[in-house]
Structures are given as structure tokens and as C-alpha cells.
């Protein structure tokens, strides 16, 4: 009997990755509560009057009210219900009417950070403190001149969070989706961070040039990439942000920053142009993976070939997050790296269109 290809798909267990995520810039937030609808529940984030950024679960324990709905005292958050107050670690500091405070009376504080111009929020549900090795590295070009400040896009994606992972060792698809045909391709696993170091042709992002990337992950959610381009025949240095973060097992908030190495010698008019423009051009190339996501099916058992990345090993190095501390397995800990040659140049999908219609 002939066999035919099965794709396997199991049911996504109900459980959210461990590790810092980021829930925009730091800008977004004030003394005015903000609820945040993450990794399947609520959480509600404000500044208190230190102006540090505190983020606790989202629902009363009391009688279940909104705390976005309540109002910041010193650095606590009084529940508009029915006026109990919990403090930045979560302890209920303050019932108007009850002589005594339940012992019961605590929420998560979930840890936050502000960095690089952008605030995260740290998930783990063994409830341990984020470890210092795994913090976001500081970027010095946030502190810089010479830099622009980060454009921010928020999309919301309806599919599960590994098809944006699966991208980082998605060799093959540079060609057919992004017009952007790799010649060089390598992934470096090690501990917490995945990198993608690529060469590439890309007439969007580097004209004539040669397109340099290096992208990685700190952690699974959380990505910044260094990126050498060109425009209209100058050089253009670039940082890209792609993180995300999880509403369900279905659906996930990515937030996509674009920052520029301002050129010496243009005017601010044309540097804002050039930012500008450079911005739209690289969120046009991201938005090219988010059309894939909303229609294809989710893949376990994926057929690969050896012009392929690793995509097995990627799924492997992703699923630590997914698992206690303790049940890491120790392969992270030594560095690994895989190189994907290109013997054979993927061309872009106008290619093989231009192919097709000359075969007719
Ligand atoms: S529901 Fe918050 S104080 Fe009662
Ligand atoms: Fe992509």
C-alpha cells in the first residue's frame, strides 16, 4: 500500500514558557494601572510613586474585581471594590472595615525590569527569581545619539508561539517569502540564547549589497538582531526587536522595534526619512512570516531535507523553557553551532515565478 506523508500535531499543553518578556516601551506606563491579558490570565502593571514599574496578578482575590480598575497609593494598588490594598510584594497591607488581615491575603509579584527603553515582565510558573546571567543584555545604542529611538509595532498573532521560533533555523523560507536568498546560514545554540548569524541577498534591505544579520534570542521570547543593510547606496546600520508575548496557547502579542544609526552629515528632516522609510521596509519583510502563521497548519513531525536549518534541534533548545529548572537537560550548557551551506542558492519566489511563466 502506498504511503502517504502524516502531519502530527499534538495538543499544546497548557503551560507558558519561562523567562523575561517584554510588554513594550517604557513610555507605555504611569501611575495609571494597566491590565495586561498574558499567559492565559491577567496582570495589572503601574508605576508607584518611586516611578519603579510593579506588576502583580490582575484579579482581587477578595471578590474577584479588575485592579487596573483601582488606584495607586505610595507604591500599593487599592482595589476600587472594596478598598483592599496590596502592596508592591503582593501582601494586602490595608483593610479599611477588618481588624485583622486574612494570612491568605498575598498576590504574585511578578518580577519587571526596565531596560534598553523597554519594560519585561518575568514568567516562570515554579515561581523561582529570574537567574542574573539570563537578565536582557543592556544595548549600548539605546543610551546613544547616534542612534534613533526604537519604532515599536504591536501585532497580534493568532497561532501558537513556536511557528515565530521555528524562523530562527527556517533557512529555506529567506527565498520564497522574504525575496531574500541566504548565502551563508548558521544557528549557535548555547544555554538561554539561540543565534542566527546569515548572509544574504536582499534588494529591500541592502540594494546591491550584501545583507548581514545577527539575531538572538535571549531566552524564548525575546530577540535582537544587529543588521547591516543599505539604502539608495548609503550603508545603514540597524537593530531590530521581535519579541513577543503569549495571551493564550493560540495566540501571542509580538512587538516589532526598529532602531537606525543616524548617518553623520544628513539633516534631520532626511534622517527622520531615512528612519522612517528603513522602518517601514523592515516591518513589510517581518509581515511577509505573519501571513504564513494565520494559514498554516502546526507541524511535530516536519519532513526536512539537508538544505534545511535545524529545526529539530531549535524545537529542542525551546522546549527548555517549557520544562522545571531542574529538568533541563544539561546539552545546553556546552555551546553548539550548525552551519547550513548553500550550494544551492534558494531563489526568491519572483524567480521562481519568472521560472514557472517561461515554462508555460
Ligand atoms: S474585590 Fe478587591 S477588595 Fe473586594
Ligand atoms: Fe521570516
Not at 63 to 72: R, T
Not at 83 to 105: H, L, M, S, T
Request: one cysteine or more; aromatic letters at 10%; charged letters at 25%.
Amino acid at each position: 500500500m502506498k504511503q502517504y506523508a502524516k502531519i502530527e500535531a499534538r495538543q499544546i499543553e497548557e503551560r507558558y514558557a519561562r523567562g523575561w518578556h517584554c510588554l513594550g516601551k517604557v513610555e507605555e506606563f504611569n501611575q495609571q494601572p494597566r491590565r495586561l491579558n498574558y499567559f492565559g490570565t491577567s496582570l495589572v502593571a503601574y508605576r508607584g510613586e518611586d516611578n519603579q514599574i510593579i506588576i502583580l496578578d490582575g484579579f482581587c482575590p477578595h471578590m474577584g474585581a479588575d485592579l487596573s480598575e483601582g488606584y495607586v497609593e505610595g507604591n500599593s494598588l487599592r482595589c476600587a471594590m472594596h478598598a483592599w490594598r496590596w502592596g508592591e510584594d503582593g501582601v494586602c497591607d490595608d483593610i479599611p472595615y477588618a481588624k485583622k488581615i486574612p494570612p491568605k491575603a498575598c498576590i504574585k509579584p511578578w518580577p519587571a525590569l526596565e531596560r534598553n527603553g523597554l519594560v519585561f515582565v518575568y514568567h516562570d510558573p515554579e515561581n523561582n527569581p529570574p537567574l542574573e546571567h539570563e537578565m536582557p543584555p543592556v544595548m549600548a545604542e539605546c543610551d546613544s545619539s547616534e542612534w534613533s529611538a526604537w519604532q515599536v509595532k504591536l501585532i497580534q498573532i493568532e497561532t501558537n508561539s513556536r511557528e515565530l521560533i521555528d524562523n530562527m533555523s527556517d533557512k529555506a523560507h529567506f527565498g520564497p517569502v522574504h525575496s531574500s536568498e541566504a548565502l551563508s546560514f548558521k544557528n549557535t545554540f548555547d544555554k538561554h540564547t539561540c543565534v542566527q548569524t546569515m548572509q544574504g541577498k536582499s534588494p529591500r534591505l541592502a540594494g546591491e549589497n550584501v545583507l548581514t544579520t545577527t539575531a538572538t534570542y535571549y531566552g524564548p521570547a525575546y530577540m535582537i538582531t544587529e543588521m547591516s543593510g543599505e539604502m539608495n547606496g548609503i550603508a545603514v546600520e540597524s537593530r531590530l526587536l521581535v519579541s513577543h508575548v503569549p495571551t493564550s496557547t493560540e495566540s501571542f502579542d509580538l512587538r516589532f522595534g526598529v532602531m537606525v544609526k543616524l548617518i553623520p552629515g544628513l539633516d534631520e528632516t532626511a534622517t527622520q526619512e531615512m528612519v522612517d522609510s528603513y522602518v517601514v521596509l523592515s516591518q513589510e519583510a517581518f509581515l511577509e512570516d505573519v501571513h504564513f502563521w494565520h494559514s498554516k497548519a502546526r507541524v511535530d513531525n516536519p519532513i526536512l531535507c539537508d538544505g534545511d536549518g535545524p529545526i529539530t534541534r531549535l524545537r529542542r533548545w525551546y522546549d527548555q523553557f517549557f520544562v522545571n529548572r531542574a529538568d533541563v537537560p544539561g546539552i545546553w550548557d556546552e555551546e553548539k553551532s550548525y552551519s547550513v551551506d548553500s550550494i544551492n542558492p534558494i531563489p526568491a519566489q519572483k524567480a521562481l515565478l519568472d521560472e514557472a511563466a517561461s515554462n508555460k
